[in-house]
């Protein structure tokens, strides 16, 4: 593992490959760098793929959880790491959360990105971690509540999924991200400096247009966390933009995209 030193704190990522282009890719909540490898299977030699932690992940360490982050902070993130591996330009890869740091980034300096993969994006129209990270400050007791004390919530939840008020995936979401205090303090903290911090969408698709980037959209078909007719108004948006529908839910769409990279690469 490599390290970017900052005041704020400390980034960790994974390099394969020594030169060429540069893809910077990010993970979803809950996950490290590690559950993006996958992606791996597609790099070409000419080719430096970096796989980063999020803060609050893996390796990587916020140093003040009072501040919160913001877009001054991720464009000096960025020009150190730019500044650290010798590059200017770099392709852009993000899963769920990782989604929505790649689109903030892109909003940021869409003019260094020469694309844009994105696999089931937070930060557009999703499902509940969207929700929860919009919630304004004054949120914040309930939700240190919820993180810390859940038992209540975890009634509410069996009661509304027995009688079908709530998705099944919503429930599982809950159980696997939130089972235990370690992982609820994750989400407490990711939120935390996190959550006030959304991608402008405007922005962002009057940019993609502009430059003609080259933009990937990889859904789930399955995917009740993200559905696919969440995101198809910000798909209208963008004239060049490839929507890709996989046949999975969303926690199979790292895998099923890497594959399928990896099958599009093998026909040219």
Known sequence: MHHLQTIHGRLAYQVFGEQGEVFLIFHGFGQ?????????IFRKENQRFVFVDAFYHGKSTWKDANKPMNRKIWLELIDGLRDQLNFTEFHLIGYSMGGKISLLIYELMAEKVLSLILLSPDGIK?????SMSNYPGSFHPVM????????GLY????SLGSVGLIQSSLRKFFQTQMGTRSQRAQMYFTWKIMGGLQPRLGIITQKARKLNTPVWLFLGEFDQMIPVKNLKKFSSKIPQIRT?????????????????????LKRK
């Open 244 to 264: 890709i529908v996989l046949p999975v839910g969303h926690g199979g769409l790292i895998e099923a995209t890497a594959d399928y990279l990896l099958e599009q």
């Open 126 to 130: 999703t499902g509940l971690w969207y």
């Open 144 to 151: 240190k509540q919820v993180v810390f004390k859940p038992k």
């Open 32 to 40: 490290t760098h590690g559950d993006m490898l996958p992606m791996e």
């Open 155 to 158: 009634k509410v939840m069996e």
